[in-house]
Protein backbone atom coordinates (compact mmCIF):
# COMPACT_ATOMS: atom_id res chain seq x y z
CA UNK A 1 0.00 0.00 0.00
CA UNK A 2 1.58 3.48 -1.11
CA UNK A 3 1.82 6.14 1.45
CA UNK A 4 -0.75 8.42 0.83
CA UNK A 5 0.55 12.48 0.87
CA UNK A 6 -2.79 13.94 1.62
CA UNK A 7 -3.79 15.37 5.15
CA UNK A 8 -3.04 12.67 7.64
CA UNK A 9 -5.55 9.89 7.44
CA UNK A 10 -6.92 6.79 8.95
CA UNK A 11 -9.91 4.70 8.15
CA UNK A 12 -12.58 3.88 9.57
CA UNK A 13 -15.44 2.04 9.08
CA UNK A 14 -18.24 2.04 11.63
CA UNK A 15 -22.05 1.48 12.01
CA UNK A 16 -24.27 2.59 9.37
CA UNK A 17 -21.23 2.79 6.83
CA UNK A 18 -20.83 -0.91 7.77
CA UNK A 19 -24.40 -1.53 6.53
CA UNK A 20 -24.08 0.28 3.04
CA UNK A 21 -21.00 -1.42 2.38
CA UNK A 22 -19.33 1.92 2.42
CA UNK A 23 -16.36 3.22 4.51
CA UNK A 24 -15.18 6.49 5.22
CA UNK A 25 -11.48 7.43 5.27
CA UNK A 26 -11.07 10.29 7.46
CA UNK A 27 -8.86 13.55 6.78
CA UNK A 28 -7.09 15.37 9.85
CA UNK A 29 -5.12 18.74 9.70
CA UNK A 30 -1.86 17.69 10.25
CA UNK A 31 0.23 17.49 7.22
CA UNK A 32 1.19 13.59 6.46
CA UNK A 33 4.75 14.67 5.18
CA UNK A 34 7.05 16.85 6.67
CA UNK A 35 5.60 21.04 5.40
CA UNK A 36 7.99 23.24 3.83
CA UNK A 37 9.46 25.63 6.11
CA UNK A 38 7.82 29.55 5.66
CA UNK A 39 10.07 30.93 2.79
CA UNK A 40 11.10 35.14 3.63
CA UNK A 41 10.06 37.00 0.79
CA UNK A 42 9.59 40.87 0.44
CA UNK A 43 5.73 41.74 0.93
CA UNK A 44 4.95 43.84 -1.98
CA UNK A 45 1.37 44.16 -1.16
CA UNK A 46 -0.10 45.03 2.19
CA UNK A 47 -2.96 43.11 3.85
CA UNK A 48 -4.32 44.42 7.20
CA UNK A 49 -7.38 42.52 9.06
CA UNK A 50 -10.66 44.31 8.61
CA UNK A 51 -12.11 42.49 11.53
CA UNK A 52 -11.99 38.95 13.54
CA UNK A 53 -14.68 37.07 15.39
CA UNK A 54 -14.60 34.24 17.58
CA UNK A 55 -17.22 32.11 17.31
CA UNK A 56 -16.55 29.07 18.38
CA UNK A 57 -14.56 25.39 17.37
CA UNK A 58 -14.74 23.60 14.88
CA UNK A 59 -13.76 20.52 16.44
CA UNK A 60 -13.46 17.94 13.72
CA UNK A 61 -15.88 19.19 11.30
CA UNK A 62 -15.69 21.49 8.13
CA UNK A 63 -17.62 24.78 8.58
CA UNK A 64 -17.74 27.12 5.65
CA UNK A 65 -19.03 30.88 6.26
CA UNK A 66 -21.69 32.03 3.45
CA UNK A 67 -22.39 35.24 2.30
CA UNK A 68 -25.54 36.94 1.02
CA UNK A 69 -25.83 40.58 0.70
CA UNK A 70 -24.37 42.62 3.07
CA UNK A 71 -24.10 39.65 5.88
CA UNK A 72 -21.65 37.06 6.77
CA UNK A 73 -23.36 33.78 8.22
CA UNK A 74 -20.85 31.17 10.30
CA UNK A 75 -21.86 28.66 12.64
CA UNK A 76 -19.45 26.20 15.31
CA UNK A 77 -19.92 22.58 16.34
CA UNK A 78 -21.60 23.54 19.61
CA UNK A 79 -24.61 25.03 17.90
CA UNK A 80 -23.61 28.42 17.69
CA UNK A 81 -24.87 30.56 14.38
CA UNK A 82 -24.00 33.65 13.96
CA UNK A 83 -24.99 36.71 11.22
CA UNK A 84 -22.42 39.45 11.16
CA UNK A 85 -21.87 42.57 8.93
CA UNK A 86 -19.94 41.78 5.95
CA UNK A 87 -18.05 45.17 6.58
CA UNK A 88 -17.75 46.41 9.54
CA UNK A 89 -17.97 42.77 11.65
CA UNK A 90 -20.31 43.66 14.03
CA UNK A 91 -22.49 41.16 15.26
CA UNK A 92 -26.42 41.10 13.95
CA UNK A 93 -27.44 38.16 16.00
CA UNK A 94 -25.65 35.01 17.72
CA UNK A 95 -27.95 31.80 18.23
CA UNK A 96 -28.07 28.66 19.27
CA UNK A 97 -29.24 25.85 17.35
CA UNK A 98 -30.02 23.56 20.09
CA UNK A 99 -27.96 20.82 18.82
CA UNK A 100 -24.39 20.18 18.16
CA UNK A 101 -23.67 21.02 14.35
CA UNK A 102 -21.85 18.96 11.88
CA UNK A 103 -21.81 21.52 8.45
CA UNK A 104 -22.87 24.93 7.42
CA UNK A 105 -23.95 27.40 6.48
CA UNK A 106 -26.01 27.48 3.62
CA UNK A 107 -27.61 30.44 2.78
CA UNK A 108 -29.96 32.79 0.12
CA UNK A 109 -29.90 35.44 2.19
CA UNK A 110 -33.62 34.56 3.41
CA UNK A 111 -33.23 31.12 4.67
CA UNK A 112 -30.02 30.18 6.86
CA UNK A 113 -29.62 26.38 7.30
CA UNK A 114 -26.76 24.48 9.23
CA UNK A 115 -26.52 20.61 9.44
CA UNK A 116 -27.20 19.16 13.18
CA UNK A 117 -26.35 15.84 15.04
CA UNK A 118 -26.90 12.62 13.39
CA UNK A 119 -28.54 14.13 10.26
CA UNK A 120 -30.98 16.58 11.72
CA UNK A 121 -31.17 19.78 9.62
CA UNK A 122 -32.29 23.33 10.66
CA UNK A 123 -33.35 26.17 9.24
CA UNK A 124 -33.71 29.65 10.27
CA UNK A 125 -34.82 33.03 9.15
CA UNK A 126 -32.48 35.80 8.25
CA UNK A 127 -32.89 37.28 11.82
CA UNK A 128 -32.07 34.21 13.37
CA UNK A 129 -35.57 32.74 14.49
CA UNK A 130 -36.21 29.24 14.06
CA UNK A 131 -38.18 27.79 11.09
CA UNK A 132 -38.36 24.67 10.90
CA UNK A 133 -36.56 21.30 11.52
CA UNK A 134 -35.99 18.06 9.24
CA UNK A 135 -34.56 14.46 9.33
CA UNK A 136 -31.65 13.26 6.70
CA UNK A 137 -31.27 9.53 6.54
CA UNK A 138 -27.40 10.06 8.13
CA UNK A 139 -24.73 12.60 9.06
CA UNK A 140 -24.77 15.73 7.23
CA UNK A 141 -20.83 17.03 6.70
CA UNK A 142 -21.20 19.56 3.66
CA UNK A 143 -22.47 22.80 4.33
CA UNK A 144 -26.54 22.74 2.77
CA UNK A 145 -27.20 24.48 -0.22
CA UNK A 146 -30.00 26.82 -0.17
CA UNK A 147 -31.73 28.68 -3.60
CA UNK A 148 -34.24 28.64 -5.71
CA UNK A 149 -36.92 27.84 -2.91
CA UNK A 150 -34.72 24.49 -1.59
CA UNK A 151 -32.23 23.43 0.67
CA UNK A 152 -30.03 20.76 -0.12
CA UNK A 153 -27.97 18.32 1.69
CA UNK A 154 -25.76 15.81 0.78
CA UNK A 155 -25.52 12.51 3.30
CA UNK A 156 -22.96 10.34 4.52
CA UNK A 157 -24.70 7.45 3.16
CA UNK A 158 -24.79 9.30 -0.48
CA UNK A 159 -28.50 10.49 -0.63
CA UNK A 160 -28.77 13.71 -2.19
CA UNK A 161 -32.48 15.04 -0.71
CA UNK A 162 -34.00 18.57 -1.20
CA UNK A 163 -36.40 20.47 1.31
CA UNK A 164 -38.74 23.48 0.72
CA UNK A 165 -37.01 25.93 2.13
CA UNK A 166 -40.15 28.15 3.58
CA UNK A 167 -42.02 24.43 5.04
CA UNK A 168 -39.27 21.62 5.64
CA UNK A 169 -41.31 19.56 3.35
CA UNK A 170 -38.71 16.61 1.34
CA UNK A 171 -39.23 17.84 -2.28
CA UNK A 172 -37.05 15.12 -3.43
CA UNK A 173 -34.56 11.95 -2.77
CA UNK A 174 -31.88 10.78 -5.03
CA UNK A 175 -30.11 7.71 -3.94
CA UNK A 176 -26.49 7.65 -5.31
CA UNK A 177 -23.86 4.83 -5.21
CA UNK A 178 -21.30 4.66 -2.15
CA UNK A 179 -18.15 3.38 -3.11
CA UNK A 180 -16.23 0.76 -0.62
CA UNK A 181 -13.75 3.83 0.53
CA UNK A 182 -14.56 7.26 0.53
CA UNK A 183 -12.69 10.55 2.00
CA UNK A 184 -14.69 11.58 4.98
CA UNK A 185 -14.83 15.43 3.86
CA UNK A 186 -17.23 18.07 2.84
CA UNK A 187 -17.28 18.04 -0.78
CA UNK A 188 -19.84 21.06 -2.26
CA UNK A 189 -22.75 21.68 -3.31
CA UNK A 190 -23.70 24.63 -5.93
CA UNK A 191 -27.17 25.63 -6.55
CA UNK A 192 -28.38 27.51 -9.80
CA UNK A 193 -31.80 28.17 -11.82
CA UNK A 194 -32.79 25.19 -12.94
CA UNK A 195 -29.78 22.94 -11.99
CA UNK A 196 -27.85 21.96 -8.80
CA UNK A 197 -24.16 20.52 -9.38
CA UNK A 198 -22.75 18.17 -6.73
CA UNK A 199 -19.54 16.75 -6.38
CA UNK A 200 -19.77 13.24 -5.19
CA UNK A 201 -17.24 10.03 -4.01
CA UNK A 202 -16.12 7.77 -6.69
CA UNK A 203 -14.78 11.05 -8.59
CA UNK A 204 -18.38 12.18 -10.13
CA UNK A 205 -19.37 15.38 -10.81
CA UNK A 206 -23.03 15.70 -11.16
CA UNK A 207 -26.01 17.74 -12.29
CA UNK A 208 -29.44 17.10 -11.29
CA UNK A 209 -32.63 18.62 -12.20
CA UNK A 210 -34.16 21.34 -9.29
CA UNK A 211 -37.78 19.93 -9.78
CA UNK A 212 -37.44 16.46 -9.17
CA UNK A 213 -33.74 15.59 -8.69
CA UNK A 214 -33.58 13.80 -12.05
CA UNK A 215 -30.03 13.43 -13.43
CA UNK A 216 -29.18 16.48 -16.36
CA UNK A 217 -25.83 15.04 -16.71
CA UNK A 218 -22.51 13.27 -14.90
CA UNK A 219 -18.96 12.94 -15.97
CA UNK A 220 -16.00 11.45 -14.17
CA UNK A 221 -13.27 13.43 -12.84
CA UNK A 222 -12.02 10.88 -10.81
CA UNK A 223 -11.23 7.12 -12.12
CA UNK A 224 -10.40 4.71 -9.64
CA UNK A 225 -7.60 2.95 -10.32
CA UNK A 226 -4.78 0.92 -8.36
CA UNK A 227 -4.89 -2.68 -7.07
CA UNK A 228 -6.10 -1.64 -3.44
CA UNK A 229 -9.49 -0.09 -2.46
CA UNK A 230 -7.22 2.77 -0.77
CA UNK A 231 -5.30 3.24 -3.95
CA UNK A 232 -9.03 3.63 -5.83
CA UNK A 233 -10.43 6.53 -3.68
CA UNK A 234 -10.93 9.05 -6.29
CA UNK A 235 -14.05 11.66 -4.73
CA UNK A 236 -14.71 14.83 -6.08
CA UNK A 237 -13.41 17.60 -4.02
CA UNK A 238 -14.78 20.84 -2.78
CA UNK A 239 -16.91 23.05 -4.39
CA UNK A 240 -17.85 23.37 -7.96
CA UNK A 241 -17.64 26.67 -9.53
CA UNK A 242 -19.20 28.07 -12.21
CA UNK A 243 -17.62 30.57 -14.46
CA UNK A 244 -19.72 32.11 -17.20
CA UNK A 245 -21.02 29.00 -19.05
CA UNK A 246 -18.45 26.44 -17.82
CA UNK A 247 -18.34 24.41 -14.26
CA UNK A 248 -15.12 23.62 -13.18
CA UNK A 249 -14.21 21.23 -10.45
CA UNK A 250 -11.72 18.64 -9.54
CA UNK A 251 -11.00 15.38 -7.74
CA UNK A 252 -9.02 13.49 -5.16
CA UNK A 253 -6.75 11.25 -7.19
CA UNK A 254 -8.45 12.33 -10.23
CA UNK A 255 -8.70 15.38 -12.45
CA UNK A 256 -9.26 19.12 -12.74
CA UNK A 257 -11.02 20.06 -15.46
CA UNK A 258 -13.77 22.60 -16.85
CA UNK A 259 -17.19 21.22 -18.42
CA UNK A 260 -19.65 22.93 -20.19
CA UNK A 261 -22.82 23.48 -17.76
CA UNK A 262 -25.74 22.36 -19.48
CA UNK A 263 -24.69 19.53 -21.64
CA UNK A 264 -21.25 18.09 -19.47
CA UNK A 265 -19.07 18.31 -22.57
CA UNK A 266 -15.26 18.41 -21.01
CA UNK A 267 -13.42 21.57 -22.21
CA UNK A 268 -10.60 20.36 -20.93
CA UNK A 269 -9.07 17.83 -18.06
CA UNK A 270 -5.87 17.68 -16.53
CA UNK A 271 -4.25 14.77 -13.94
CA UNK A 272 -4.95 16.51 -10.89
CA UNK A 273 -5.35 14.86 -6.97
CA UNK A 274 -6.77 17.57 -4.55
CA UNK A 275 -8.87 17.32 -1.36
CA UNK A 276 -10.44 21.26 -1.65
CA UNK A 277 -12.24 22.50 -4.27
CA UNK A 278 -10.92 25.50 -7.45
CA UNK A 279 -11.48 28.87 -7.50
CA UNK A 280 -11.55 31.00 -10.40
CA UNK A 281 -11.02 35.01 -11.40
CA UNK A 282 -12.99 34.39 -15.37
CA UNK A 283 -9.81 33.58 -16.64
CA UNK A 284 -8.32 31.44 -15.01
CA UNK A 285 -8.79 27.93 -12.77
CA UNK A 286 -6.76 28.12 -9.74
CA UNK A 287 -6.27 24.90 -7.42
CA UNK A 288 -4.09 23.69 -4.73
CA UNK A 289 -3.22 19.48 -4.52
CA UNK A 290 -2.46 17.49 -2.03
CA UNK A 291 1.63 18.10 -2.27
CA UNK A 292 1.09 21.95 -1.49
CA UNK A 293 1.82 23.11 -4.89
CA UNK A 294 -0.82 25.83 -6.43
CA UNK A 295 -1.44 25.59 -10.00
CA UNK A 296 -3.14 28.15 -12.87
CA UNK A 297 -4.60 26.79 -15.34
CA UNK A 298 -6.65 29.11 -18.25
CA UNK A 299 -10.07 28.65 -18.25
CA UNK A 300 -10.76 28.31 -21.80
CA UNK A 301 -7.71 25.25 -22.63
CA UNK A 302 -6.73 24.31 -19.42
CA UNK A 303 -2.88 25.32 -20.07
CA UNK A 304 -0.82 25.92 -17.14
CA UNK A 305 0.55 29.29 -16.33
CA UNK A 306 2.11 29.17 -13.39
CA UNK A 307 2.54 27.04 -10.74
CA UNK A 308 4.12 27.53 -6.88
CA UNK A 309 5.61 24.94 -4.95
CA UNK A 310 6.64 27.03 -2.10
CA UNK A 311 4.00 25.89 0.17
CA UNK A 312 4.68 21.92 -0.23
CA UNK A 313 2.46 19.83 2.68
CA UNK A 314 0.49 22.81 4.64
CA UNK A 315 -2.68 21.35 3.91
CA UNK A 316 -3.89 24.32 2.04
CA UNK A 317 -7.88 25.90 1.63
CA UNK A 318 -9.37 26.07 -1.49
CA UNK A 319 -7.91 28.83 -3.62
CA UNK A 320 -10.18 32.18 -3.70
CA UNK A 321 -8.84 35.34 -5.44
CA UNK A 322 -8.84 38.89 -4.44
CA UNK A 323 -8.21 41.82 -6.29
CA UNK A 324 -4.91 40.67 -7.89
CA UNK A 325 -4.14 37.95 -5.06
CA UNK A 326 -4.92 34.24 -4.76
CA UNK A 327 -5.41 33.61 -1.88
CA UNK A 328 -4.92 30.53 0.37
CA UNK A 329 -4.56 29.54 3.79
CA UNK A 330 -2.55 26.51 5.56
CA UNK A 331 -2.76 23.91 8.77
CA UNK A 332 -0.66 26.57 10.80
CA UNK A 333 -3.59 29.53 10.30
CA UNK A 334 -1.30 31.31 7.84
CA UNK A 335 -3.05 32.90 4.78
CA UNK A 336 -0.85 33.72 1.73
CA UNK A 337 -1.40 36.05 -0.63
CA UNK A 338 0.06 34.84 -4.12
CA UNK A 339 0.08 37.36 -7.88
CA UNK A 340 -2.32 36.00 -9.96
CA UNK A 341 0.38 36.61 -13.02
CA UNK A 342 3.22 34.31 -12.00
CA UNK A 343 2.10 32.48 -8.72
CA UNK A 344 5.09 34.90 -6.75
CA UNK A 345 4.24 35.31 -2.96
CA UNK A 346 3.31 39.06 -2.22
CA UNK A 347 2.00 38.87 0.91
CA UNK A 348 1.52 36.75 4.24
CA UNK A 349 -0.87 36.99 7.49
CA UNK A 350 -1.72 34.65 10.33
CA UNK A 351 -5.41 34.09 11.71
CA UNK A 352 -4.57 32.32 14.67
CA UNK A 353 -2.45 29.11 15.32
CA UNK A 354 -4.78 26.64 14.27
CA UNK A 355 -5.64 25.24 10.93
CA UNK A 356 -7.51 27.38 8.40
CA UNK A 357 -10.89 25.45 6.91
CA UNK A 358 -10.77 24.71 3.51
CA UNK A 359 -13.76 26.79 2.42
CA UNK A 360 -12.97 30.90 2.06
CA UNK A 361 -15.18 33.10 0.70
CA UNK A 362 -14.89 36.91 -0.50
CA UNK A 363 -17.58 39.49 0.38
CA UNK A 364 -16.74 42.84 -1.26
CA UNK A 365 -13.25 43.66 -0.68
CA UNK A 366 -12.83 41.42 2.01
CA UNK A 367 -11.76 37.67 2.07
CA UNK A 368 -13.41 35.80 5.13
CA UNK A 369 -11.58 32.54 6.39
CA UNK A 370 -12.76 30.68 9.35
CA UNK A 371 -9.99 28.54 11.37
CA UNK A 372 -10.89 25.06 13.35
CA UNK A 373 -9.91 27.01 16.67
CA UNK A 374 -13.10 29.40 15.85
CA UNK A 375 -11.78 32.31 14.27
CA UNK A 376 -13.69 34.38 11.66
CA UNK A 377 -10.79 36.80 10.25
CA UNK A 378 -11.91 38.95 7.23
CA UNK A 379 -8.84 40.47 5.43
CA UNK A 380 -8.96 43.45 3.30
CA UNK A 381 -5.66 44.95 1.34
CA UNK A 382 -4.08 48.04 0.46
Known sequence: MRVMTMRAV????????????????????????????LVEFTQSLKVHPAWTQSIGSASIFTFSPAVAGNSVYAAATDGTVVRIDAVTGAVAWKISAGSKLTGGVGTDGTTVAVAGDKGMLLAFDAEGKKRWQAQASSEILSAPAVGQGLVIVRSQD??????????????????????TLTLRSAPGILVVPQATFLSLPGGRLSALN??????????????????TELERVADASGMPVIVGRDVCAVAY??????????????????????????????????????????????????????????????VLTTPVVLGNAVVVGDFEGYIHFLSREDGALKARIRADSSAVLPNPVVAGSNVIFQTK??????????
Open 10 to 37: KVACVGALLILGGCSLFSGKAPSNPPAP
Open 158 to 179: NRISAFDAETGERRWTVLRTLP
Open 210 to 227: LTNGGPWWEMAIGDPRGT
Open 373 to 382: AGTLIAIATE
Open 253 to 314: QGRVGCFDAGSGNAHWVKPFSSDVGVGSDGHNVYAADERGAISAFTLDSGAVVWQNKQLANR
